[in-house]
């Protein structure tokens, strides 16, 4: 088994520059991935390229290196890395016009939410995500953990890669000053959820019944992933949940 021993390696330089540079990560197709349960259960959709362990690891990759786990750390920047480090293709961003539920993430830039909004959007039925410029990119890093996984099974549309034409679909605009979504009607099919970012708030350009969850206890508002799951779930209820057997 090949062994790397130096930090400067041009494989360690390659793993570090797609953890760190969405450029990169888009220019050579590529995304890493950490920790023994999240890579066996994504190599059974993706290939490894390329996997990093500090200890024996039956997992199948294309190239494999056995690297001291310091230098691991260092690396990849986590103090607790538990298991290996795989690199796997980055998959395609997809058109999402003729979906029947999907979500918008307008603005959304930090990685918890973003990873938190994914993981509920796959558990609750949404049949696609709809990023906007400007948002986090999904396949940072610190997203695909907090997502666990999520990034790389529900339908993705990032722009500028792919565009959405809202037209398309019966716009529901989460704010604080909507009506409650539990007195609305059914909405009609197509439905996008459109969730934006909490400072800034709703976007103007976006058309829409404004919608809010009702609370009992005065806040100002919900972390936007938190309000996000509740309105994925809420949504769920009014149709079948998606078949995952």
């Keep these: 088994m090949r062994e790397i021993v130096s930090k400067n390696n041009p494989i360690l330089k390659h793993i570090q520059k797609l953890i760190h540079k ?14 023994d ?35 691991l750390q260092k690396i990849v920047g986590m103090h607790s890395l538990q298991g290996p ?4 293709a980055m998959p395609s961003f997809v058109e999402l016009n003729s979906k029947k539920k999907i979500a918008i993430l307008d603005n959304i830039t930090d990685p918890g939410n973003m ?22 990119d999904p396949f940072n890093d ?25 037209k398309n679909f019966t716009c529901l605009l989460a704010d604080m000053e909507g ?11 197509p439905i ?7 400072t800034k708030g709703l976007n103007p350009k976006w058309e829409g019944e404004k919608v809010s969850i009702k609370m009992f206890t005065y806040m100002e508002s919900l972390n936007v992933g938190v309000a996000g799951s509740i309105f ?4 769920a209820k009014e149709a079948p949940l998606r078949d995952n057997s």
């Design 115 to 136: 990873g938190t909004l994914l993981r509920s959007a796959l558990a609750f039925g949404i049949d696609g995500i709809h990023i906007t410029k400007g948002s986090v």
């Design 37 to 71: 349960i999240l890579i066996k259960e994504i190599s059974t959709l993706l290939p490894i390229k390329t996997l990093l362990h500090f200890q024996e690891n039956s997992l199948p990759a294309e190239k494999s290196f056995l690297v001291e786990k310091a230098l």
């Design 142 to 166: 610190k997203v695909i953990r907090s997502s666990k996984g999520a990034v790389f099974k529900i339908p993705l549309s990032f722009e500028p890669y792919t565009n959405l034409d809202s």
């Design 192 to 198: 996008a959820i459109v969730l934006s970012n909490e």
């Design 22 to 35: 969405a450029s990169y990560r888009y220019a050579q197709k590529s995304v890493i991935i950490t920790g």
């Design 232 to 235: 994925f779930y809420e949504l």
């Design 85 to 88: 480090v795989a690199e796997v």
């Design 179 to 189: 009506k409650d979504l539990k007195s609305l009607p059914n909405p009609k099919h």
